[in-house]
């Protein structure tokens, strides 16, 4: 009984099996016995591509990837394969506009200087043009400078609102009318563009006006003559993300009391309520908290992992401060993973 039991689960595995794969070897076990690779999708400079090959005894097939070839760039920037401008090598700040308005990262090969025309001007300094989705600036080390032309609010724009600037590896500072001034009127360097900036020193304060990503940077501004926020947000109802920073709002060589972020309305006509995601990030201040929301509208602070606030003078447990001139808004102040008190 046990044996035709036995044997009759045999037989249905065997049928089983044969009914699963038609193969000649489906008993043998073997090494395959794989052909030539063919071809289905050709790798291109930026995309992989993929190819196949079967087993000539059991047609098993195996599938692979095959890795994206890179671009092959001839001296100025331009790939011989694809024909497409990778790279721009830039060494002034002339140059540099109508890079904006062309295809491929723009590589600096030295120090460049951009005028930036103050806020009443029709003309605004914008880079890129309608069509420009990202502009990719590659410091290499050196020094971009905005240079405020002649009035408050020199702003940075993208032509296309809805670009994206990205600086990397660069030092960025400003010059020019009251660059020293202080966040206060915006003598600044002001992104009214959405802006990620990685691995990147700021000399200079900071303010964005749109989505900003901000990573494996510091922002300094030890020459500034008023007390400054070194990450001044305009309350817009972006997103503004602080990932992996040092924000020194300290060292002062004026004496000014510097301070570290704040998320403002001043300046701005329908605040709304920005969130701002901060990680990894290393405060100093003189004065007020790590974060300073002054906004009718709140904000939402989602405090992460690994900040450290013990070198914010004024208050080394609470993170964020609700201004003295918003109680209004004190409950529209959500933080997430850290605690907010209100000033008095
Ligand atoms: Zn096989
Ligand atoms: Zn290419």
């Not at 004026?254 to 300046?267: E, S, V």
């Not at 993170?319 to 907010?340: E, F, H, I, Q």
């Amino acid at each position: 009984m046990k044996k035709t039991v036995i044997s009759i689960i045999g037989i249905t595995l065997m049928l089983f099996a044969f009914t699963a794969c038609q193969p000649r070897y489906i008993f043998m076990p073997h090494v395959h016995a794989f052909g030539e690779w063919t071809i289905i999708k050709d790798a291109t400079c930026t995309e992989e591509g993929v190819k196949t090959r079967t087993c000539r005894l059991c047609s098993e097939t195996e599938t692979q990837t095959i890795e994206a070839l890179g671009h092959e760039l001839d001296a100025d920037g331009k790939c011989t394969r694809c024909n497409k401008q990778v790279e721009q090598y830039i060494n002034s700040g002339e140059a540099f506009l109508e890079a904006t308005k062309k295809e491929g990262e723009i590589i600096l090969t030295g120090d460049i200087t951009i005028d930036i025309a103050p806020w009443e001007t029709n003309d605004k300094s914008v880079f890129g043009s309608e069509e420009t989705e990202s502009i990719v600036i590659d410091g290499k080390g050196n020094t971009i400078t905005f240079n405020n032309t002649d009035s408050d609010w020199n702003a940075i724009y993208t032509k296309n609102e809805d670009a994206v600037l990205t600086i990397k590896n660069a030092t960025i500072d400003n010059s020019g009318y009251n660059a020293n001034g202080g966040t206060w009127n915006g003598h600044d360097i002001i992104f009214s563009c959405n802006v990620v900036l990685e691995n990147v020193t700021a000399t200079n304060a900071i303010v964005v006006g749109k989505n900003a990503t901000i990573k494996n940077s510091t922002i300094s501004d030890v020459n500034c003559t008023g007390d400054a926020y070194m990450l001044w947000i305009q309350a817009n109802g972006q997103t503004v993300t602080v990932e992996d920073c040092k924000i020194n709002g300290k060292s002062s060589t004026t004496g000014a009391d510097n301070r570290a972020i704040k998320i403002a309305d001043q300046y701005v006509d329908d605040p709304k309520a920005v969130t701002l995601n901060v990680s990894g990030t290393t405060f100093s201040s003189d004065t007020k908290a790590a974060v300073l929301v002054t906004c009718t509208a709140g904000a939402t602070i989602n405090w992460g992992e690994g900040n450290d606030i013990s070198g914010v003078t004024a208050d080394t447990e609470h993170a964020v401060w609700n201004d003295s001139d918003r109680t209004d808004a004190m409950d529209l102040v959500v933080v997430n993973g850290c605690t907010k008190i209100q000033e008095v």
